[in-house]
């Protein structure tokens, strides 16, 4: 900084930093309003402001307590990691809920409050471990995830995992401890707070009035203050006073020998007694600033629930008749339709069949493509131009990009460094970075700017080359990528350039280009042996010659300090200025000269640009992008239209980049999906000690699927990774809410209950905490559905397939798993 020169200024040009910062500010903030949200919901139900912070104390002691354990495995707060905070706090009081809702059933029942807290916890602890155990064992299968699946999964599983876990002990041990709780007196011999103890001394013993008690507590309390110093010198300083007095008061050997020690002895009193008074004086401050905090938190608390109380009671109280109506009408019907149960089966199964038929016609991609009010443009030119020449085209589309409203500034670059590899940008290469104005905002319009552009760039180029391209996260610069592999460069070109007039008019396919470009002229020199021969010469002299002539040699070098410096001794330039003094140059010294041009061929042809190798065969490749389709259909229409083309038998075409990546992301998620369907299945399989009743639980995953294809197909949302994953969280989420009522189901069962009693009862009793932890989650991801901020778009997807899977296979659990009960869930016990 210090070395630029004052009129150097420094910009930004492109800050991925930026979207990275908005992206975790909006996971924080779906984080913040999705725990509102659930425990809005909460008090709904409970109505009672105690019992709803005790729940809501789980949500930040889970979130906290997962932090220590992303500390030890080095994971970072990024967008994943803070996701699956996100996705997880509806999830963090699920159990909670469930506790707490039987520990209130059992004090409506009659039972006191710790024998409440005890029957209730004891009759859902089995099916509260074993539902967490079926939404944690869906992480699992993530080691076998391949590509770029699994490295966003890791992050987010491991938080999910470390959370849940921590809601489990919470739910577990904290929750009934802190209900079991009564509010009991406080005892004591004396007030420790010193404006209580005045206030009640003065009403107690004086006799005062309540305003005069009020009045006359400074003068009690600097009366403790006198009072307490006394007392501290008493308890410090007067035994060794006395004893310093009795020495000079009756003089002996004795005394002679402890006055020197009660001397010494005087100075560390005197600092015990300071330090006393110290210390008291701040233990006084300390603990009445903590009780005067404590006190207005606690009036807040008193305040604020009288005034949801007041508020709200009309509204609670028609919720309560409202619910209670609900819950009796549900038993009726539950008890109705188990009379029809495989009625209702048959017609789900046909809904899932035809569910099925759209999911096949559902878009495929990669990842939902995101929008950072960042965007690329490059243009080339013709091989060989010169720098100035590019420059000058450059600049023309540098004006029809800053005559766009949206835009806020455009970068040019030119070129490249000579120091610089890996880069195919030359002297004819131009690259423009377009940032917009407020991105938050235009983010959204990023889609229109662009197309605005393209049609006004194009209009204007004539022969320049134009592609777009987007800032990638996680995924690769073209959305599609062809390669051609042959062996034959002029076959390469000429196939890939049929190539890429046939992709150019799929629709949805922008920006189609080929690896290959037009090669810098190259000076081919074909030497004719047999006139070389006859002269006497070798092809490697008539090379060596040039070479001295064009390139020169170095003679010696020059000593300047501690640097070398080559002396190089070659031609005068003056006679090399094109390829007819080339021609007439000597090949040989004496006096009797040989051009060039009589014993070789000299001629200028286009060298290749690039040679390109993939498995030890050449290739080229043809890139471009998708915009209005999703990268599926794209990609079979693709296929379609190179299968036209009529190469060799030597040449052939395959798709890579995001398609390769999507087919490898898509065949490991399919298998991990059974894979965690079936570690759901053991799970629950150990719990009910039965192979029967587990499959029907896991009956709620395609009752789930059938809400998730619908949304999908509804909202126009096509199949990515994001919605794999959220599938994955699916199978171990939508299956709790069917263990909680087949396990009270077989408790009532246990006790005696018909079956058919015993699922009326379960649904009725299970009802509210079932709609409970479904509606929290449901709320606790809805800021993250509709949110539009930096990173929206890649999380969108998986809220919305949790959304409408967990939402769709509640509401059919509380009939369809009854009914599948009804039908195979045994005879009654005789």
């Not at 010169?386 to 589309?397: D, I, N, P, S, Y």
């Not at 799970?683 to 809400?707: D, K, R």
């Not at 919305?800 to 009914?819: D, E, K, N, R, Y």
């Amino acid at each position: 900084m210090d070395r630029l020169p004052p009129y150097a200024r420094l910009s930004m040009i492109s800050d991925q930093s930026r979207f990275i910062r908005g992206a975790i500010k909006e996971v924080q903030d779906a984080i913040i309003q999705g725990g509102i949200l659930a425990l809005l919901v909460l008090y709904l139900f409970l109505q009672e402001m105690r019992s709803t912070l005790i729940i809501g104390v789980s949500i930040p002691i889970s979130v906290i307590t997962a932090f220590v354990p992303m500390f030890f495995q080095n994971i970072s707060l990024n967008i994943m990691s803070l996701g699956g905070l996100a996705l997880g706090v509806g999830m963090l009081v699920d159990n909670s809920i469930v506790v707490l809702e039987s520990i209130f059933r059992c004090r409506e029942e009659g039972d006191e409050l710790v024998a409440a807290a005890d029957r209730g916890t004891r009759e859902v602890y089995g099916a509260v471990i074993s539902s967490t155990l079926t939404t944690i064992c869906v992480f699992l299968p993530v080691a076998f995830v391949e590509g770029i699946a699994g490295q966003l999964f890791g992050n987010l599983a491991m938080t999910v995992t470390f959370s849940l876990s921590a809601s489990l002990l919470t739910a577990l041990y904290l929750i009934p401890l802190v209900v079991s709780r009564t509010a009991g007196e406080l005892q004591a011999d004396r007030y420790v707070i010193w404006p209580l103890r005045a206030y009640r001394e003065g009403r107690d013993e004086k006799g005062y009035g309540v305003i005069k008690a009020l009045v006359m507590i400074p003068f009690l309390g600097l009366g403790y203050g006198v009072g307490f110093v006394r007392q501290s010198g008493t308890d410090f300083l007067a035994p060794t006073w006395s004893s310093l007095a009795d020495a000079f008061r009756k003089p002996s050997w004795r005394s002679l020998i402890q006055v020197p020690y009660y001397v010494l002895l005087l100075p560390i009193v005197l600092a015990l007694f300071l330090c006393r008074i110290i210390l008291g004086i701040a233990s006084t401050v300390l603990v009445s600033a903590l009780f005067l905090v404590l006190s207005v938190f606690y009036g807040i608390f008193q305040v604020v629930r009288l005034l949801f109380n007041a508020v709200f009671y009309l509204p609670l109280r028609a919720f309560s008749v409202t619910f209670e109506a609900f819950r009796r009408g549900y038993g009726v019907m539950l008890r109705g339709s188990l009379r029809l149960s495989f009625l209702f089966l048959l017609l789900v199964l046909l809904i899932t069949v035809h569910a099925g038929y759209l999911a096949v016609q559902l878009g495929r991609e990669l990842m939902p493509p995101m929008r950072q009010g960042e965007f690329g443009l490059r243009m080339e030119i013709q091989a060989g131009a010169q720098l100035e020449e590019t420059e000058v085209r450059a600049r023309r589309f540098e004006e029809i990009i800053r005559q766009v409203p949206e835009v806020d500034s455009v970068t040019v670059e030119i070129g490249e460094e000579e120091q610089s590899s890996g880069n195919d940008r030359g002297e004819n290469v131009a690259e423009f970075t377009v940032l917009l104005r407020d991105p938050e905002e235009t983010a959204l319009q990023q889609d229109a700017v662009i197309e605005t552009l393209r049609r006004r760039i194009l209009d204007a180029a004539r022969d320049e080359i134009i592609t777009f391209s987007m800032p990638t996260l996680f995924s690769f610069r073209s959305a599609i990528e062809t390669q051609i592999v042959g062996d034959m460069l002029p076959d390469l070109r000429r196939f890939g350039q049929e190539a890429v007039a046939e992709i150019a008019t799929i629709p949805g396919v922008k920006d189609a280009e080929l690896s290959v470009k037009p090669g810098y002229p190259e000076l081919i020199i074909e030497m004719d042996r047999n006139l070389l021969a006859e002269r006497g010469l070798s092809p490697g002299q008539v090379a060596q010659r040039l070479r001295s002539e064009i390139q020169g040699e170095v003679a010696t070098r020059f000593s300047r300090g501690a640097d070398k410096i080559d002396i190089r001794v070659r031609a005068d330039q003056g006679i090399l200025r094109g390829v007819d003094d080339l021609r007439s140059l000597s090949v040989v010294d004496g006096p009797t000269p040989i051009p060039l041009g009589d014993v070789a061929e000299v001629r200028i042809e286009e060298g290749p640009s690039e040679i390109r190798r993939v498995g030890q065969r050449r290739t080229v490749l043809v890139s471009a992008n998708v915009e209005g389709r999703d990268l599926g259909a794209a990609s079979a229409d693709i296929d379609k239209a190179l299968s036209k083309l009529e190469m060799p038998a030597d040449m052939y075409y395959l798709q890579s980049g995001q398609r390769r990546e999507l087919d490898t992301a898509f065949k490991s998620l399919r298998f991990v999906l059974l894979l965690a369907a079936f570690l759901v299945y053991v799970v629950m399989a150990c719990q009910f000690e039965s192979l029967v009743q587990p499959a029907l639980v896991m009956f709620t995953a395609p009752l789930a699927f059938i809400g998730v294809i619908y949304t999908l197909w509804l909202t126009e949302t096509s199949l990515s990774v994001m919605v794999f994953l959220g599938g994955i969280i699916l199978i171990g989420i939508v299956v709790n809410n069917a263990i909680v009522l087949v396990d009270y189901t077989n408790q009532l069962r246990a006790r005696g209950m018909t079956k058919t009693d015993a699922i009326v009862e379960a649904g009725k009793v299970r009802l509210r905490p079932i709609l409970m932890t479904t509606i929290t989650t449901v709320l606790g991801l809805i800021p993250m559905v509709v949110a539009s901020g930096e990173g929206a778009e890649m999380r969108r997807p998986m809220a919305l397939t949790l959304i409408a899977g967990l939402s769709v296979a509640t509401l059919l659990t509380l009939f369809i798993i009854p009914m599948a009960y009804s039908l195979f869930g045994g005879k009654d016990r005789s």
